[in-house]
C-alpha cells in the first residue's frame, strides 16, 4: 500500500521545553518530596498516595536506532512510544518525543486499546487511513525503518506543579520492565533495582528560583537518565 505524502511539515510547529533530569537515592527523594509537598500543588491526576503510575512501551529499529543515539548522545534524536496511566487503562497515547539541543518537544494521537493491541502484534494497515499525520508517520517508520515495540518501562510518578514558568517537578521511583506483550498488563513487570531515583525539571521560557532552590541536593547536578535504556540492559 502506498503511503501518502504525509510529513512532518503537516503537524503545528514545535513547542520546546527544558527539561533537565537528576540521579537521586531514596533518601534523597524522601526529603525533597517533603520539601515539594510543602511548595508546590500536587498533580490533579495523583491518588491518594499522591503517586499514579505510567506503563510505556518504546519502539526501536532491528539497529537499535533510538538506543544508540541516546548512549551516544545525538543533540536531536526522536523516540515513538505508547503510554498510559494507571493500572486499568481506557486508551492509549501514541506520542513521539523530539529532543534537540537540551530541549524536548511531545507529539501525541489517541489511540484504543485494541488499536494498542493491534500495533504489538504488528497488525498496522489500519494507521495508514488515519488522518492524524502521527499515526501515519509510525506505519511509515515501522514498514520503512522496521521500527516496531522492543520493552515496556513501569513506574510511579510523583509530581507537582508550579503555574510561572508552566513548571513540572516529578519524582519517578520503582523502575520496572516488562515484554511488549505484557504491555497492557503490567502486573507481568519485573523490578529493575538500580536503587535510583529520577526527579525531572521541565519549565518553559524561565525556571523560577522558588523551583531552582527546591530540587537542590547537595551535591547533585542534573544527568541524563534514560528509563528505556536501563531496562534495555535487562531484556
Known sequence: MAIPATTISAYAPCTFRHELKHQVNHAEARVLSARLALLFGRDAHAGPDGTYR???LYFD????????????GIDRREKFRLRYYGGAPSFVKLEKKIKQGGLCSKRSAR???SEARRIIEGDTAFLIESDDPLKVELYSKMRGKLLAPR???VYDREAYTYAPGNCRIT???NLRRATPEHFLDAAFSLPVNDGIVVVEVKYDAFLPDIVR???QIPNRRHAAYSKYAV?????
Not at 531496562?231 to 531484556?235: A, E, L
Open 54 to 56: 505510567i506503563t510505556s
Open 61 to 72: 529499529t532491528p539497529y537499535d536506532e533510538a538506543l544508540r543515539q541516546k548512549i551516544e
Open 111 to 113: 489511540l484504543t486499546l
Open 151 to 153: 520493552i515496556a518501562t
Open 171 to 173: 519524582i519517578d521511583r
Open 213 to 215: 532552590m527546591a530540587v
Open 231 to 235: 531496562c534495555r540492559k535487562f531484556g
